[in-house]
T-cell receptor
Framework: QQQVKQSPQSLIVQKGGISIINCAYE??????FPWYQQFPGKGPALLIA?????SEKKEGRFTISFNKSAKQFSLHIMDSQPGDSATYFC????????????FGKGMKLTVNP | GAVVSQHPSRVICKSGTSVKIECRSL??????MFWYRQFPKKSLMLMAT?????????EQGVEKDKFLINHASLTLSTLTVTSAHPEDSSFYIC????????????FGPGTRLTVL
């Protein structure tokens, strides 16, 4: 049973556009929600993470929105650039992140010039 | 900061041999490290959780005698694939969790294992 559902599976946007990736979780014990970016042949890189005490967190062009009642969180990439083309994974963990991460299936983003 | 290295980045070996992969946290201490396996265009599959000074905890379905994990120090964990076979060919990635209240997990660059 997949505990973190990620959508869409792939996304194509034009340069300068907004990329939105959604994730939904089932386990109400989850309280740490990171996003990772992975380029082909490389390990995932931590982009940004959020905890349930806030509903939104912004770092540069990346924003996480969190809806605890709906058990959903999303990543918004503003002013998308071709260099943002990568696979993005959402994840969730409990105990403040001290438990193992549960990953979504990933979303391949392509930003056209 | 928060850099994790893996060595080697690529390895090709013959069937039946053993391969050791090292994972190091370069600028922080990590009581807990994780080993993942990733198939092409798929998500990360957790293989085991490695705690410094104790036995690793393996996920269901992962053969602990085949994938030996040692976490001898706060900055080094190793994964040894014993008696490797072609089906073990994969991308292996480690991560290290910071010993802070944030519990952030940082990943290494991965090791591409090809078993001939």
């Amino acid at each position: 049973q997949q505990q973190v559902k990620q959508s869409p599976q792939s996304l194509i946007v034009q340069k300068g556009g907004i990329s939105i990736i959604n994730c939904a979780y089932e386990n109400t014990a989850f309280d740490y929600f990171p996003w990772y970016q992975q380029f082909p042949g490389k390990g995932p890189a931590l982009l940004i993470a959020i905890r349930p005490d806030v509903s939104e967190k912004k770092e540069g062009r990346f924003t996480i929105s969190f809806n605890k009642s709906a058990k959903q969180f999303s990543l918004h990439i503003m002013d998308s650039q071709p260099g943002d083309s990568a696979t993005y994974f959402c994840a969730a963990s409990s105990q403040g992140g001290s438990e193992k991460l549960v990953f979504g299936k990933g979303m391949k983003l392509t930003v056209n010039p | 900061g928060a850099v994790v290295s893996q060595h080697p980045s690529r390895v090709i070996c013959k069937s039946g041999t053993s391969v050791k992969i090292e994972c190091r946290s370069l600028d922080f201490q990590a009581t807990t490290m994780f080993w993942y396996r990733q198939f092409p265009k798929k998500s990360l599959m957790l293989m085991a959780t490695s705690n410094e000074g104790s036995k690793a905890t393996y996920e269901q379905g992962v053969e602990k005698d085949k994938f030996l994990i040692n976490h001898a120090s706060l900055t080094l964990s190793t994964l040894t694939v014993t008696s490797a076979h072609p089906e073990d060919s994969s991308f292996y990635i480690c991560s290290a969790r910071t010993n802070t209240a944030y519990n952030e997990q940082f990943f290494g660059p991965g090791t591409r294992l090809t078993v001939l």
